[in-house]
């Protein structure tokens, strides 16, 4: 072409002395006489057609022709499981110097190769679609697109998996035989299994194997997949049995405080199971009807009752489902309190020196575990025996004697006391010289009149003193007698509820009367 041109002015082309094409009418501006083919050195005339004038453009211009590079076939491709890398793509053959590019549809899939005049691997690629490759001459920079193309595409990877089922648990009773099955995912269309028990294998290559386990056997399968793109290929697992024994339920009841029981006393029953599960039911029975379905159960028993427990046992491999615990009967014993008397050997009036033992007797039948005697309510030490001896009495000394109970109703108490009158040695104490004794009322609430007849001086006083059961002092006074009889009323004021002594008591003569306060 022409950097300008003239209007009017007529512009031919030539190649060497041949003219190219027809000639163009300069417009002022610059033209372009199109494109050329032919090699060789171009110039330009310029004729001006008024005047037949003609001027040569100045400069020249050459075209020269490249030979295009080499066609070559596109190979590789194809597909690859995601996560390991792609598919290689290249070319049949290449020429030295020539720069080859992969394209996926019009984008450089890769970095340019230079031809090595070999075949050419161009790279690994991972992005699915068609592939094309154009060589380039850097030199001439003419490009051929080589013959074909190369398709990529992926296939998503999967991971085998294998796990053990037994139609039940890993746990079983002894003897029994069990079935393992293998459950897979992604082991493809024709999975491979090999089954081993404690890491040896075993003649098993399917999907299940069957034998009689032992307790703490490791049963184990490997898959081997094959399914596309299994990664990895090998999966594993294992199952370890626990295998039971066959046991017999067994129930036992134990009573607290026991089964003889003091009357109104609340008594808890405590079951113990053996292979009774993790979830051993209760029912507890008592004369037959149903009670209660804990492990334990309280009442207040009568007596004759007859308590047991039921036990249904959660124990996978028991020999029985229900069994029964032995029965309880229970004793309710009623409270006493005991009754004693004490007599004195060989009597009450005894001379100073004389030795006298004391016996307690339990009238009522209560059996007692402890004794424990008084002088004047003082507790001597070491008297813990149904009698006591002693050779040191004094007069008017309150003996008594406190009894404590055993067995169920443990703790009751009774208690009775005695009076003794010392005198000199060779004088003898009159027994009948207080007669005809009355205490009214009785029982009473602490106030009352006694009257008795005397055999006494005109004028002699009447010592009177009340004691409790301790042989403890609650009352004393004197009173004179008046025509041989005694007449006095009395008030204690506030006393303790129970038995009391009366003693009255001259000079020649003493007697003893019960009392019992009831406010």
């Known amino acids: 072409g022409l950097s300008n041109t003239a209007t009017g002015i007529s512009y031919q082309l030539y190649n060497g002395s041949t003219t190219v094409g027809s000639p163009l009418t300069g417009t002022g501006v610059a033209v372009d006489f199109g494109p050329q083919t032919a090699s060789g050195l171009y110039k330009v005339t310029a004729l001006n057609t008024t005047t037949g004038c003609t001027a040569n453009m100045s400069g020249t211009a050459i075209v020269g022709i490249s030979t295009l590079p080499d066609v070559y076939t596109v190979t590789g ?209 008592m004369n037959g009807g149903f009670e209660s379905t804990t492990n334990t159960y309280s009442y207040v028993p009568s007596n004759g009752d007859v308590v047991y427990c039921q036990l249904t046992s959660s124990y996978r491999c028991k020999l029985e489902n229900v069994v029964n615990s032995p029965s309880v009967d229970m004793d309710v014993v009623t409270p006493m309190t005991p009754t004693l008397v004490i007599t004195a050997d060989p009597g009450t009036h005894i001379a100073s020196g004389e030795v006298t033992t004391l016996t307690a007797t339990i009238t009522n039948g209560v059996a007692p575990v402890s004794y424990q005697w008084y002088v004047n309510g003082g507790p001597i030490t070491g008297a813990n025996l149904p009698f006591y001896t002693n050779n040191n009495f004094a007069n008017l000394d309150s003996v008594s004697c406190i009894v404590s109970t055993t067995g169920a109703c443990a703790g009751d108490t009774g208690s009775a006391g005695i009076r003794l009158y010392v005198s000199n040695v060779g004088v003898q104490q009159v027994n009948n010289a207080i007669s005809n004794v009355q205490l009214i009322p009785n029982p009473n609430k602490g ?36 025509n041989g009889s005694l007449n006095k009323k009395i008030q204690l004021g506030n006393i303790a509820n129970g038995m009391y002594l009366v003693n009255l008591h001259t000079s020649s003569g003493n007697t003893v009367l019960h009392m019992v306060v009831e406010q």
Request: hydrophobic share 35%; net charge negative; charged share 5%.
């Open 77 to 285: 491709g194809g597909n690859y499981c995601s996560g390991t890398g792609g598919v290689h793509i290249g070319l049949s053959n290449s020429t030295v110097g020539i720069s080859y590019q992969a394209l996926i549809g019009t984008i450089a899939a890769a970095p340019a190769i230079t031809g090595t005049g070999g075949a050419l691997d161009l790279g690994t690629f991972t992005t699915p679609g068609s592939y094309t490759v154009v060589a380039t001459n850097g030199t001439t920079t003419c490009t051929s697109n080589m013959t074909g193309s190369a398709a990529v595409s992926v296939t998503t990877s999967v991971i085998p998996t294998v796990s053990i089922t037994t139609g039940g648990s890993d746990t079983i009773c002894a003897g029994t035989s069990t079935t393992f099955t293998a459950t897979t995912t992604n082991g493809g269309s024709l999975p491979a299994y090999q089954w081993s028990v404690n890491s040896i294998p075993v003649i098993a290559t399917t999907g299940t194997y069957h034998y009689l386990p032992a307790n703490g056997d490791i049963v184990s399968v490997t898959l081997a997949s094959s399914a596309s793109c299994a990664t990895p290929m090998i999966a594993t697992n294992h199952v370890t049995m626990t295998v039971l024994p066959q046991l017999m339920p067994i129930v036992t009841i134990t009573a607290d405080p026991g089964n003889t029981v003091c009357s109104g006393t609340p008594v808890t029953f405590t079951a113990t199971a053996v292979n009774g599960g993790i979830a051993p039911v209760y029912q507890w029975r």
């Open 447 to 482: 106030t009352f009149t006694l009257t008795a007849n005397l055999n006494a001086i005109a004028g002699e006083e009447v010592n009177i003193e009340i004691t409790n059961m301790l042989g403890q002092n609650v009352y004393t006074s004197t009173s004179n007698v008046y």
